[in-house]
T-cell receptor, first 114, second 120 residues
C-alpha cells in the first residue's frame, strides 16, 4: 500500500513557465512533508519542506502548498529553468522531530524545454 | 547542507560474492543512518534504519542475513550485501540524519550520492 503517491511519472514544461508537481498521501499521521530533487546516479538533494501547521512555504522559485483536508501537496517552480530537469520526489514522515524515516513517492520526472 | 559520502560509487561483482558499501557523514555526527534501495523508475524504498551502537531495524521483507548493516561509529555505517545475486542489482542510497537543532526539533536527512551495484 503506497502511502505517498505521485501519479504523474513525467511532466514537460517550457522554460519560463510554471511547473506544478503533485503529491497525494493517505496516512493522516504524516505531519511533515519534503520535496527532493534527484539527478541520475546521484542521491536526492533536499529542496523544500512544509509542516502540517502551514499551508504554504516559499523559497525563491520554489513554493510548496499543502491541503491537509485533501491530503494533497504540490510543488510549484516558477519560472522553470532547464537546470530544473530532474526527478522530483515527494516525501513524508509522521513526526516533525524526525524520529520516523521518510516515506517517498515514486517520483515525477520533470523536463524543462528551452 | 551536511555532506554524506558513499563508497564505492559503482561496483560490479560476480554472483555469490559479498559487497560492502560504506556511508560516511563528513561534517556531522549521525546517530541514525538509513539505507534505501531504488530500482529503475521506482521510488526509494527504505531497507533499514541504522542506529549507532545498536542493531539495525529492518523493514518488512528485507532479509537481515543478506543485508548486513554495521553502524560502528557516529560517522560511518556499512551495508554488506552477502552472497549477491543478479536480483540484488540496484541503486543503494544511504542517508544520515543530522542531530536535533537546539531550540527546535527539526532533523533533516541528507543523502549520499548512491552506489550502483551490478551483479553478474
Amino acid at each position: 500500500d503506497q502511502q505517498v503517491k505521485q501519479n504523474s511519472p513525467s511532466l514537460s514544461v517550457q522554460e519560463g513557465r510554471i511547473s506544478i508537481l503533485n503529491c497525494d498521501y493517505t496516512n493522516s499521521m504524516f505531519d511533515y512533508f519534503l520535496w527532493y530533487k534527484k539527478y541520475p546516479a546521484e542521491g536526492p538533494t533536499f529542496l523544500i519542506s512544509i509542516s502540517s501547521i502551514k499551508d504554504k512555504n516559499e523559497d525563491g522559485r520554489f513554493t510548496v502548498f499543502l491541503n491537509k483536508s485533501a491530503k494533497h501537496l504540490s510543488l510549484h517552480i516558477v519560472p522553470s529553468q532547464p537546470g530544473d530537469s530532474a526527478v522530483y520526489f515527494c516525501a513524508a514522515r509522521g513526526s516533525i522531530s524526525g524520529n520516523t524515516p521518510l516515506v517517498f513517492g515514486k517520483g515525477t520526472r520533470l523536463s524543462v524545454i528551452a | 547542507g551536511a555532506v554524506v559520502s558513499q563508497h564505492p560509487s559503482w561496483v560490479i561483482c560476480k554472483s555469490g560474492t559479498s559487497v560492502k558499501i560504506e556511508c560516511r557523514s563528513l561534517d556531522f555526527q549521525a546517530t541514525t543512518m538509513f539505507w534505501y534501495r531504488q530500482f529503475p523508475k521506482q521510488s526509494l524504498m527504505l531497507m533499514a534504519t541504522s542506529n549507532e551502537g545498536s542493531k539495525a531495524t529492518y523493514e518488512q521483507g528485507v532479509e537481515k542475513d543478506k543485508f548486513l548493516i554495521n553502524h560502528a561509529s557516529l560517522t560511518l555505517s556499512t551495508l554488506t550485501v552477502t552472497s549477491a545475486h543478479p536480483e540484488d542489482s540496484s541503486f543503494y542510497i544511504c542517508s544520515a540524519r543530522t542531530p536535533g537543532l537546539a531550540g527546535g526539533p527539526l532533523r533533516e536527512q541528507f543523502f549520499g550520492p548512491g552506489t550502483r551495484l551490478t551483479v553478474l
